[in-house]
């Protein structure tokens, strides 16, 4: 992988993968519910000026998800997720047993986008790269190529009403 760094969010660093065309996202520590929603706005400021159609989600380093996570993912998180194009992702479990079963239920309450689960970072990237799609055209637009005006319009929305929503 050839990485740039976007962004360091609370529990995870965010990075644009250069040479394969997709947004990695590695999570470490303890997962509670704010220090989620506070990672989750960050990496959704990502996407407000990009569209990263495949993501790389790695939960390799997770130690412990908390129980109220994996449904707020489903009913907030991930609906928002879908506004910006995201296509497919690479979701890689955490190792521990209660923290893997939080992310199968995640999964389980949002089918909406194409996730496929791994046990390790190797495994997902090598899949990625196995299915990668054909590069889009390039557009003179604002509006990142793979998104819609509304959808684009919702997601700016989105993401200042979160942003809000957590100073408060």
């Excluded at 993501?55 to 879908?82: G, I, R, Y």
């Excluded at 196995?130 to 889009?136: E, S, V």
């Amino acid at each position: 992988m050839d990485l740039q760094h976007l962004c360091s969010a609370m529990c995870a660093e965010v990075y644009f993968d250069q040479l394969n065309n997709w947004l990695f996202v590695d999570w470490t520590g303890e997962l509670t519910l704010e220090t989620v929603q506070h990672t989750c706005l960050g990496i959704a400021r990502c996407f407000l000026d990009h569209y990263y159609p495949r993501v790389l989600n790695s939960n390799a380093q997770v130690t412990s998800v908390s129980w109220e996570v994996a449904q707020w993912l489903a009913s907030d998180f991930l609906p928002a997720l879908s506004l910006t194009g995201v296509e497919q992702m690479a979701w890689v479990v955490p190792p521990t047993l209660r923290a893997s079963n939080r992310i199968l239920d995640t999964v389980n309450l949002f089918p909406h986008i194409a996730i496929s689960l791994f046990s390790d970072v190797e495994a997902a990237v090598a899949y990625l790269q196995q299915t990668a799609p054909r590069p889009p055209a390039l557009s003179s637009s604002r509006i990142p190529q793979g998104r819609h005006f509304a959808d684009e319009l919702k997601l700016r929305h989105l993401v200042d009403n979160f942003g809000q929503q957590l100073k408060a």
